[in-house]
């Protein structure tokens, strides 16, 4: 019998499992590792926030999936990897070996990247975390007017500032520091201007400056200006846990763990990861299947081109197509029934 271990519980192991729900693999013995109950998922996180979805429509349970694909679930977190052993150890004292390990834990950011963060920030990883700070957060903004600022220059500040701005209202002040350039860096123009205009026109402020320390009632910027702040919200870029890194399958300077183009890990052929990136998903499940197997490993390529859509907290988005963008309400509802799709046919709910 052989053992897969999957670590993470991310879009692209939620791909896993279905690949192993729709066809065993005889010979098998299937685990999966989960520090929450529920799978919560990244792109519909800012919809969250903006209060067009529940929790519950925009995770995916994860007893009822691991069930039919006859996997082993445990909720715990994983403290230790060793790789000469295979095997994995977890924060509550158990050790589980494995004959395959596949990590899917790019779920955290570096508390320690700016002063005080770690003490006054509000990460929006781990997911699940942030998804309970949210719902605290938002009964207090129900109660008195709050400023708000999120950090980060990505996908994930620009639609989580508007979000929050569309939520909280007019009462309340966001602002968005973007560090030392302007948001979105390497989108093209058309997009990155589109983007800019929704945050004007939902009054989020943008601050072209980096955070260089986060206090109880401020954030001071790198120029010296002090910007009042209830609550900092940290869209930082999105890294592994540090297990990850003493076991040396990250690379010195880098966040996510160093893989080929099978998605095996650089210096591990039983690792397999799929870093950030969801569409791997269907790519890993058939290679882990085939590494189990004895048969061949088939490469994989992000695409050069897709659709990235970018929520602007009310029902709309801006659609970016390569060069090309467009925006409105349409691309909003198919943002919403892509996304929608995809946690559906792994058991989210519907309603």
């Known amino acids: 019998m052989k053992r897969l271990l999957l670590l993470g519980a991310g879009a692209a192991h939620l791909q896993v499992l279905h690949a192993f729900a729709t066809e065993a ?26 209060g067009h979805y529940t929790l519950a429509q925009c995770s995916v349970p994860l007893a009822p999936l691991a069930e039919r694909a006859g996997a082993r679930l445990l909720q715990a977190s994983a403290v230790a990897i060793d790789l000469a052993a295979r095997s994995v150890s977890l924060a509550d004292g158990r050790t589980l070996p494995y004959d395959a390990l596949s990590l899917d834990l790019a779920d ?15 990460f929006l ?4 975390a942030f998804a309970q700070l949210w719902e605290r957060m938002h009964e207090l903004a129900q109660r008195q007017p709050m400023c708000v600022v999120v950090v980060g220059h990505g996908v994930d500040a620009v639609e989580m500032a508007l979000a929050l701005q569309h939520r909280l209202g007019d009462r309340s002040r966001v602002s968005l520091v973007s560090g030392g350039g302007t948001v979105l860096p390497g ?10 205009q929704a945050l004007k026109r939902r009054q989020v402020t943008l601050l072209e400056d980096a955070c260089a320390e986060i206090g109880a009632t401020h954030l001071t910027l790198a120029s010296g200006t002090r910007v009042a702040c209830d609550a900092a919200v940290m869209a930082l870029p999105v890294g592994v846990p540090a297990c990850l890194r003493e076991a040396g399958l990250v690379p010195q300077g880098q966040g996510l763990v160093a893989t080929g183009a099978t998605l095996q890990s650089a210096t591990q052929p ?15 499940a058939l290679n882990l299947r085939r590494f189990l197997a004895g048969g061949a490993l088939v490469p994989w390529a992000p695409p050069a081109r897709t659709l990235e859509l970018i ?19 349409w691309a909003w509802h198919w943002k919403d ?12 709910s519907s309603g």
């Open 337 to 348: 029934r892509r996304e929608r799709r995809f946690l559906e046919t792994h058991g989210a």
């Open 311 to 329: 929520g602007c907290g009310e029902r709309r988005a801006i659609a970016c197509w390569g060069g090309w963008s467009a925006q409105g309400r």
């Open 25 to 50: 693999l005889p010979g098998v013995e299937l685990s999966v590792v989960a520090a929450a109950p529920r799978a919560l998922h990244a792109p519909l996180l800012a919809g969250f926030v903006a």
């Open 125 to 128: 990883r781990p997911l699940e």
């Open 187 to 196: 989108h093209p123009e058309a997009a990155r201007r589109r983007v800019l």
């Open 108 to 122: 955290a950011m570096d508390r320690d990247a700016i002063p005080g963060a770690r003490e006054h920030g509000l």
């Open 270 to 284: 039983e690792v397999f990861a799929a870093g950030a990136d969801a569409r791997a998903g269907a790519a890993l």
